[in-house]
């Protein structure tokens, strides 16, 4: 069983990091973009268990000074609107005593010499917290080493503020700037003698300011996302893809569409074929044209003859049927506690349903987009990209040339949930720059974008609950069937690989005494990516949703269930209860230092019981639901409020959420992500779903793919932060698992009528 990628690290490795001074050679290759003066890098590496270094990665952030007292910081992680542009160099100012206002921010292009760059699984601040803080802490003690050396006073009366460095008992004063000169010839110190600042003097982190610096450029639409790129002599190309995935082109008729004025060639891309690699465009026909109108025009006309291949008669409605009957079976164990089997032949109640949800589009507000030169064995591309390293990579391999050849620009994404980790729409922009040798930029409609997602893919579960005659929950089998994401580069992947299983289903932390989890083949016949939490939409929804119909069972309250069925307070490893070489990866972090802990996640619980009035009266067609859970090292308790009109229409007046997320560091976009994140999982729950007939996606547009307006998007949402000096963890991912379970376990305290399969349906 493979690990998902997007957590994987061995469990051998700690990560530590250094800090450097940068050369005259490395400052030169930074391409201008930072200025001169004290010029600091950051090296990731990773060590073994003893401490001991194994491998240098890379210098992963650049901090310059310059002599006019600007804090210039190198973003190399993409921005998509959690924040990170801000939240990473916030950390570094922080620690530094820099004047926010006078710090300068850079995106980085695509380079290994900024370390990991691939913005996905919710990890940037948790990888980077520490490294941030250790950057701005060594640039600290060497401007006020520089300082104590011209006042002729001990180093430790020194400190620093809004960007000059004091000297605490004679209130002397100098600015960052007038101390490069002298600091930047000092030894850099090293990390592990350096202290860091106390929390307490935190100005910026744990704090709920400063803006998003790139708040003002989206406000007064400044900010330059990728369908904003242009470069002179710039062509615009759409292309019509095969609408059926591993299909191909047999035959092109482009009499019509060179007839459009303004179109200038049309190109034949050749495409991967199945299995469908992230890194593959898929075959197509791309209109090559001087504006975006002319280019779509074109391709109206186009009269392609595709062959559709194995894919051709694939019907979703039909694998789900048949995943209904294949759950009844024995399935591959991939967790085991006790016996199962005893527990259903004793107990007194047994609670077993079956849990459908489909497909799922990412449907971000841009969609898709590319700009690509490619000349003289040389590319330069402009994307909204989360993994601008990936990319890089796959144009190199593509086109035949060395990575170093290939320079990779990152824009504003606009929305990313996980699409735009794939290269594939990049690729195709570079294919077509090299074959017509103009600058051309690929954009994709809000058709193709539906038509042609690496989707979410669909689930089938069945659970079977068992409460025995002392009325305890003796008994816990949970079955999955979905489309592996693995299966995108390995077609024989069938089953659920060990990180989408961790989400949401081989992590249940409740201690029931029997436990099984099956997993069962489920073949993939659409490209399969990852959304936005992932598979924890689908396993989370099926068992919360169960625990709270285990508690009705019981004569118990949803929230008292759960905290007695969670058990002793404990840390929660996992690993002696996987069987057939599964292993829990605890998304890509050793579980000693990320442990599950139980009573952290008993305290959410316990808070937003608290912050939203649980068990207070509420009024005719209105009632509170209860889910949590923990994702991406996060613990999350999210209730919802629902109410029901005399014609069933669904409105939510509050969202309660508690979040554990250890360090809070940017209290402002913590919320942001909440707030969106509910909203997010709204329309999953309430609207979204793909449906395939004939190999083809149904549905072209949000007229087909819908999303909640504003009248049903919940109205307010509260977020309660508990306050922690754990290791800070992701907070970009966790509001969706347990908004859905919430709001149907709401809807059933109103109805009486459980919610077994999304979206949510009243009328069935």
Known sequence: MKILTRFQKSKSEAVASEVFSVSRRDFLKMGGLLTGGLVLGVSLFSCDNKGKKISTLAPNVYLNIDSDGTVTIIAHRSEMGQGIRTSLPMIVADELGADWSKVRIVQAEGDKKYGDQNTDGSYSVRMFYKPMREAGAIAKLMLMKAAAEQWQVPVEECDTEQGQVIHKSSDKKLNF???????QVLKVPDVAGVKLKDKGKFTMIGKETPPIVDLQDIVTGKAIFGIDSEIEGMKIAVIKRCPV????????????????????????????????PIKKPLSGVAVIAENTWAAIKGRDLLEVEWDLGPNA???SAVQIAKLKEEIKKTGTVRRQRGDFEAARANAKTVIEHTYVTPYLAHATLEPPCALAVVKNGTCEVWACTQNPQGAKDALAEELGIPADQVKVNVTLLGGGFGRKSKPDFIIEAAILAKETGLPIKVQWTREDDIHHDFYHALSVQRIVATIDRENKVSGW?????????????DISAVQPNDGELMLGASDFPYDIPALKIETHDAKSHLRIGWLRSVRNIPQVFAAATMLDEIAEARGMDPIANAIELLGVDRSIT???????????????????DYP??????????????KESGWGKTMQKGSALGFAAHRSFLTYVACVVEVRLDEHNKITIPNVYYTVDCGMAVNVDRIKSQFEGGAQFAASLALKSAITVKNG??????????????????????????????????????????????????????ITGKRIYSLPIDLAQ
């Open 574 to 592: 996992f690993e002696q209860e996987m069987v057939n070489n599964t292993t829990y990866p605890n998304y890509g972090e050793n579980i000693a």
């Open 313 to 315: 008669t694939y019907d």
């Open 177 to 183: 700037g007038d101390l490069v000169d002298a600091a």
């Open 245 to 276: 995935v591993g299909g191909s082109v047999k035959r092109v008729d482009d009499s019509k569409t060179r007839n459009v004025p303004g179109v200038i060639k049309v190109v034949t891309i050749e495409g991967a074929g199945l299995p469908t």
């Open 477 to 489: 089998a949970h079955h999955i069937a979905n489309p592996s994401m693995s299966s995108s580069d």
């Open 696 to 749: 083809q996606v149904e549905q072209n547009n949000f007229d087909g793919y819908q999303i909640i307006r504003m009248p049903e998007s919940p109205s307010r949402i509260h977020v309660h932060i508990v306050e922690s000096d754990a290791k800070p963890t992701g907070v970009g991912e966790p509001p969706v698992p347990p908004f859905t379970p919430a709001l149907c376990n709401a809807i059933y305290a």
């Open 596 to 609: 599950w802990e139980t009573a952290r996640f008993k305290n959410v619980i316990q808070r937003v019981a």
